[in-house]
């Protein structure tokens, strides 16, 4: 028998120990959390939707005609109008034939790479994809390759050598750690030279990136003939939950059939998919919300840099300072929280060994005032001897 005490302990030893704050208050910067005040820079809350007055009421009228529970799978009797309405309209957004969904992001992509890859397939990830393609890739039991982060020379000969009769490439669209982009047009290019699927997981996207916040290939021009398989998910910029495939006809309807993670779960309630239906119409016109959300990234990026931290490198929401050691992250991100402000510290194996950072997030509905009271903390809590 394990001994789990035991496992924990060390888990403790080496500060990679992960706990749950309680939450008393709505998604929102000003947030209550384990009984006090405090702003939050943690949220993938990125347009500040999950509180929002229209898709609440849009929630509660569904809940008053559909009931709270779906009640059953979508090939039972858990597949309801509002379901319907929703996948043909996120397939009319992103400019897909259709669309699917699936109740969380992390079922949407181990049910993809289940159903289209087997034994004798391969598929190749990025260094730094999210843990649920490569579970997904995992459970395939196909042959899987991780490349360097965003080298594509290095994919390229890894393609090149291979001779297996059905092969994937998947890649975050934006790196939910890092917030770097992926180089879509060139994975692109490289999988259409190798008869390869690509595969995007635009998670950290949809919403915020490209015209009218179709996500991250729109922001490249990209669309299906580039990436046949688009997978994003609506719990983040659009401010519900659940996830969506967008892909042809036979794909769309092979995941129908053969994703054992759509199969084989409830439905998500009704009243979540009218609810995205209003947070999508909402989207679709929130050029100003992603203009204050680009505001607000130069406006913290630029502090940060006149305070000399070790800030990674991204146009996005997600802004990463990297502390390195794992206790040494904790301690920061504690001391920030006794200060007010909520930041999470994201330590392995989430992240590199020896990249011990705190992921902060921005959204359009931070303030400059809050933005400009968390710098000021960093400058008082926070060394640029901490770097790596």
């Given at each position: 028998?394990?001994?789990?005490?035991?496992?924990?302990?060390?888990?403790?030893?080496?500060?990679?120990?992960?706990?749950?704050?309680?939450?008393?208050?709505?998604?929102?910067?000003?947030?209550?959390?384990?009984?006090?005040?405090?702003?939050?820079?943690?949220?993938?809350?990125?347009?500040?939707?999950?509180?929002?007055?229209?898709?609440?009421?849009?929630?509660?009228?569904?809940?008053?005609?559909?009931?709270?529970?779906?009640?059953?799978a979508h090939l039972i009797n858990g597949h309801s109008r509002y379901h319907h309405q929703l996948e043909e309209a996120l397939a009319e957004f992103v400019g897909y034939p259709r669309a699917?969904?699936?109740?969380?992001?992390?079922?949407?992509?181990?049910?993809?790479?289940?159903?289209?890859?087997?034994?004798?397939?391969?598929?190749?990830?990025?260094?730094?994809?999210?843990?649920?393609?490569?579970?997904?890739?995992?459970?395939?039991?196909?042959?899987?390759?991780?490349?360097?982060?965003?080298?594509?020379?290095?994919?390229?000969?890894?393609?090149?050598?291979?001779?297996?009769?059905?092969?994937?490439?998947?890649?975050d669209g934006v790196f939910s750690m890092d917030g770097d982009i992926a180089p879509l047009p060139a994975l692109a290019a490289l999988a259409r030279r190798h008869d390869a699927w690509l595969?995007?997981?635009?998670?950290?996207?949809?919403?915020?990136?490209?015209?009218?916040?179709?996500?991250?290939?729109?922001?490249?021009?990209?669309?299906?003939?580039?990436?046949?398989?688009?997978?994003?998910?609506?719990?983040?910029?659009?401010?519900?939950a659940g996830a969506f495939v967008a892909g042809d006809e036979t794909l769309i309807e092979y995941l129908i059939q053969s994703a054992r993670s759509y199969i084989y779960t409830t439905a998500?309630?009704?009243?979540?998919?009218?609810?995205?239906?209003?947070?999508?119409?909402?989207?679709?016109?929130?050029?100003?919300?992603?203009?204050?959300?680009?505001?607000?990234?130069?406006?913290?990026?630029?502090?940060?840099?006149?305070?000399?931290?070790?800030?990674?490198?991204?146009?996005?929401?997600?802004?990463?300072?990297?502390?390195?050691?794992?206790?040494?992250?904790?301690?920061?991100?504690?001391?920030?929280?006794?200060?007010?402000?909520?930041?999470?510290?994201?330590?392995?194996?989430?992240?590199?060994?020896?990249?011990?950072?705190?992921?902060?997030?921005?959204?359009?509905?931070?303030?400059?005032?809050?933005?400009?009271?968390?710098?000021?903390?960093?400058?008082?809590?926070?060394?640029?001897?901490?770097?790596?």
């Open positions: 028998m394990k001994n789990l005490a035991q496992r924990l302990d060390e888990r403790r030893r080496q500060s990679l120990y992960r706990f749950r704050r309680i939450a008393d208050s709505p998604q929102q910067p000003l947030m209550r959390i384990d009984g006090r005040e405090v702003i939050g820079f943690c949220s993938n809350d990125y347009l500040g939707l999950a509180n929002h007055p229209d898709i609440i009421a849009a929630f509660k009228r569904a809940a008053d005609a559909f009931g709270v529970g779906s009640g059953a699917l969904l699936f109740s969380t992001g992390y079922m949407a992509n181990v049910g993809i790479v289940q159903a289209l890859l087997e034994p004798g397939d391969a598929v190749f990830a990025d260094r730094l994809d999210h843990a649920s393609l490569l579970d997904g890739a995992l459970l395939s039991r196909a042959r899987l390759q991780r490349y360097p982060h965003g080298d594509v020379t290095a994919l390229e000969a890894k393609l090149a050598a291979s001779r297996a009769a059905d092969r994937l490439v998947m890649t595969m995007v997981d635009d998670a950290h996207g949809i919403g915020v990136l490209g015209e009218g916040g179709r996500g991250s290939l729109s922001r490249f021009g990209l669309g299906q003939g580039d990436v046949p398989i688009l997978m994003a998910t609506l719990g983040k910029a659009f401010g519900v998500m309630p009704p009243a979540i998919a009218a609810a995205t239906l209003a947070s999508l119409d909402i989207v679709r016109r929130a050029d100003d919300r992603r203009q204050r959300l680009r505001e607000n990234i130069a406006a913290f990026r630029a502090g940060v840099a006149a305070l000399n931290l070790p800030l990674l490198d991204s146009e996005t929401a997600i802004q990463g300072i990297v502390v390195g050691d794992n206790a040494a992250a904790t301690r920061l991100s504690e001391a920030l929280f006794d200060a007010g402000f909520l930041v999470t510290a994201i330590r392995p194996p989430t992240v590199p060994e020896g990249t011990a950072r705190l992921r902060l997030t921005l959204s359009a509905a931070h303030t400059a005032e809050q933005i400009e009271r968390l710098l000021d903390a960093l400058a008082r809590l926070a060394s640029p001897t901490d770097a790596p």
